[in-house]
């Protein structure tokens, strides 16, 4: 695509439940992250895909948070049992590649606000 | 600790004034230094990138300065424009891992007519 789609890109939910967020990546960038953004923090690290690598996995808060890459491509953060700190912006980056020599420009999704009553 | 910070915290202006927004980092070993803009409600795009050997660098009415020794970044705008209003962020890629990056809070800037 032009650009990297990211739904839903507002989304209410009730406190314990689940929620999926989706990201479709510009079409050949290996390179996908997965930052949070809160009101007046910085964007925090959550995951990184490097192809068919194992995943950085190293931001994700608590083991309610997890993501997956299907064939490279389309990535979902599923959050389950939500709290309310858990309300954020959710912002997806791709990038072509995320070599020592590259330039290292991360392309962003418009984002996905979570909010968790 | 690798850190970012960025001042000011939000910034009002008329339009047509320039602006200077400041970032300070502590990234070890530093790789580049992006700014990016980030308009409400929308993903955050990048303006400049810097690296450790350029001293200025200009997109249109956006100048980004670098000093590697003091660590030390700015971004000044000219003859702003209500468009500008957004928020600023600084952002430096950590060296030792090519998809590590430092984010500063940002400026908000508000570009008043």
């Known amino acids: 695509g032009a650009g990297v789609s990211q739904s839903p890109s507002n989304k209410v939910t009730e406190k314990g439940k689940d929620v999926e967020l989706r990201c479709d990546p510009i079409s050949g960038h290996t390179a996908l992250y997965w930052y949070r953004q809160s009101l007046g923090q910085g964007l925090e690290f959550l995951i990184y895909?490097?192809?068919?690598?194992?995943?950085?996995k190293s931001g994700l808060p608590s083991d309610r948070f997890s993501a997956e890459r299907t064939g490279g491509s389309v990535s979902t953060l599923t959050i389950q049992r939500t709290q309310q700190e858990d309300s954020a912006v959710y912002l997806c980056?791709?990038?072509?590649?995320?070599?020592?020599?590259?330039?290292?420009?991360?392309?962003f999704g418009e984002g996905s606000r979570l909010t968790v009553l | 600790k690798n850190q970012v910070e960025q001042s000011p915290q939000s910034l009002i202006i008329l339009e047509g004034k320039n602006c200077t927004l400041q970032?300070?980092?502590?990234?070890?070993?530093?790789?580049?230094l992006r700014w990016y803009k980030q308009d409400t409600g929308r993903g955050p795009v990048s303006l400049t990138i810097m690296t450790f050997s350029e001293n200025t660098k200009s997109n249109g009415r956006y100048t980004a300065t670098l000093d590697a020794d003091t660590k030390q970044s700015s971004l000044h705008i000219t003859a702003s424009q209500l468009s500008d209003s957004a928020s600023y962020i600084c952002v430096v890629r950590h060296a030792s891992g090519t998809y590590k990056y430092i984010f500063g809070t940002g400026t908000r800037l508000k570009v008043l007519a």
């Open positions: 980056a791709s990038s072509p590649q995320a070599r020592a020599k590259t330039t290292g420009e991360l392309f």
């Open positions: 895909f490097q192809g068919n690598s194992a995943p950085d």
């Open positions: 970032c300070n980092y502590t990234v070890s070993p530093f790789s580049n």
